[in-house]
Structures are given as C-alpha cells and as structure tokens.
C-alpha cells in the first residue's frame, strides 16, 4: 500500500506548532521578556519564567509578545521569539527544539544571524533572573 504524495508542506495549526507564515528577526524587539538590556528586564513572574524555560527545553514554542492576543495568531501573524531563540542558542539547546528546526529548514530564520549578545547565557539563567 503506497501513501498519496504531498506537494505542500503545511505547518499544522495548534499552539504547539502554529502557522508561522513571516521571517523572523535577527534582533530581539523592545519590550522582549528575554532581552536582558530591556528598561523593564525582568519582569515575568518566577513561576511563568521557569515555566516558559521548562517548555523551551521540551520542544515547545514561544511567541512573540508583540503578536500574541487581538487575533495574532489566529490572523496568521504569530512569529517565534527571536529573545527565546537567541537564549536557546546560547545554552546551546536551540538544535533540540522542534518548532525551531522546522522555522530553519523553511527558511524563516538563520541562527548563524541571531544577535545573541544581550540574551541570557542559559534558560536556566533566564529564569533565575525572574527570582531576584
């Protein structure tokens, strides 16, 4: 029994992967919860900041703060963190993580381009940063 060929490549549509349609940045935007140059850094609460850096480490994805809530990824504007993916990049995690590999095979980002410089050295430095 042969499977019927895709000609497509879809990006399923859930929270886990949602369907990121834009480039993304090379630089972290204002305001960005993993910009550690940021005038409010830190400002997560502790819990949530351990949260969202324990779900970075299993594979999960984190939108951009500037396109999440008023129909951001329901409109098809939802981008991956660039903040998140330099942070991953420093700790040296950002291979593992699923919905970021799948953004660099289509093209979306390069991670040779992230300007990692003012992001935490670690998730686990991120988070811990959000406890002080």
């Not at 409109?75 to 993916?85: D, E, F, I, K, W």
């Not at 950002?94 to 095979?105: C, D, E, F, K, Y």
């Not at 390069?110 to 811990?128: E, F, K, R, V």
Request: a negative charge.
């Amino acid at each position: 029994m042969s499977l019927p060929c895709r000609r497509s490549l879809s990006f399923p549509s859930s929270s886990r992967f949602p369907a990121v349609k834009k480039r993304i940045s090379n630089r972290t935007c204002p305001g960005c919860p993993f910009d550690c140059n940021g005038p409010t850094y830190p400002y997560l609460d502790p819990a949530r900041a351990r949260e969202i850096a324990d779900g970075l480490r299993a594979g999960e994805w984190f939108q951009c703060h500037k396109t999440t809530g008023a129909g951001g990824a329901e409109n098809g504007s939802a981008v991956y963190c660039t903040g998140a993916l330099a942070t991953m990049e420093n700790d040296g995690v950002l291979g593992s993580n699923q919905p970021a590999r799948i953004a660099m095979r289509l093209g979306l980002f390069d991670p040779d381009q992230l300007h990692t410089d003012n992001c935490p050295a670690s998730l686990d430095d991120w988070a811990a940063d959000h406890e002080n």
